[in-house]
T-cell receptor, first 117, second 111 residues
Framework: GAVVSQHPSWVICKSGTSVKIECRSL??????MFWYRQFPKQSLMLMAT?????????EQGVEKDKFLINHASLTLSTLTVTSAHPEDSSFYIC?????????????FGPGTRLTVL | GENVEQHPSTLSVQEGDSAVIKCTYS??????FPWYKQELGKRPQLIID?????GEKKDQRIAVTLNKTAKHFSLHITETQPEDSAVYFC??????????FGAGTQVVVTP
């Protein structure tokens, strides 16, 4: 089956520092990946769509200069939270579509728990 | 854009009983409706999905129904077991093909 991994699984950082989260498709090539944020006891909120070889498209209200997305290869997308603040603490989850399958089915990574002190 | 509403927010059922979660959506162009199960601190797991050309789909104890005219779809879990306890999310694709999630339903199955 389609497997998506994320690294790290959790990270603690100081306010003002930057944190990079990796999302990898392990057994397939993903031209499109998605980044979600989930606050405790809330739903998944789409932050941006990551497209291999082109700029990411961000959802309304998401600061593109704060959440930098790079999809440099068909198996890797990265999300960098720049100048992190405590309010950025959240569960960040990526997902990917499998080429050849329905264009709608998304497979999720295990998530990254970010805590900003 | 797409707006997905989900009810109830919490659902307590006794083991062996059925659980039903309902969702409505706003975008008539939506054509894909997945359901995800998420345990605490874990990734959402796709448990069943339905496309707009089908009215009902069943997979063992789980079934989903879709009413496109009324723009609502439901998840049915029969013979619930304690391991069914989790948060369940419905979702629908918007006109851009992106998933919009409902707010989630915390299901608690008591032995």
């Amino acid at each position: 089956g389609a497997v998506v991994s994320q690294h790290p699984s959790w990270v603690i950082c100081k306010s003002g520092t930057s944190v990079k989260i990796e999302c990898r498709s392990l057994d397939f090539q993903a031209t499109t990946m998605f980044w979600y944020r989930q606050f405790p006891k809330q739903s998944l909120m789409l932050m941006a769509t990551s497209n291999e070889g082109s700029k990411a498209t961000y959802e309304q209200g998401v600061e593109k200069d704060k959440f930098l997305i790079n999809h440099a290869s068909l198996t890797l997308s990265t999300l960098t939270v720049t100048s992190a603040h405590p309010e950025d603490s959240s569960f960040y989850i990526c997902s990917a579509r499998v080429p050849g399958e329905s264009t709608d089915t998304q497979y999720f990574g295990p998530g990254t728990r970010l805590t900003v002190l | 854009g797409e707006n997905v509403e989900q009810h109830p927010s919490t659902l307590s059922v006794q083991e062996g009983d059925s659980a039903v979660i309902k969702c409505t959506y706003s975008d008539s162009a939506s054509n894909y409706f997945p359901w995800y199960k998420q345990e605490l601190g874990k990734r959402p797991q796709l448990i069943i999905d339905i496309r707009s050309n089908v009215g009902e789909k069943k997979d063992q104890r789980i079934a989903v129904t879709l009413n496109k005219t009324a723009k609502h779809f439901s998840l049915h879990i029969t013979e619930t077991q304690p391991e069914d306890s989790a948060v369940y999310f419905c979702a629908a694709t918007d006109s851009w093909g992106k998933l919009q999630f409902g707010a989630g339903t915390q299901v608690v199955v008591t032995p």
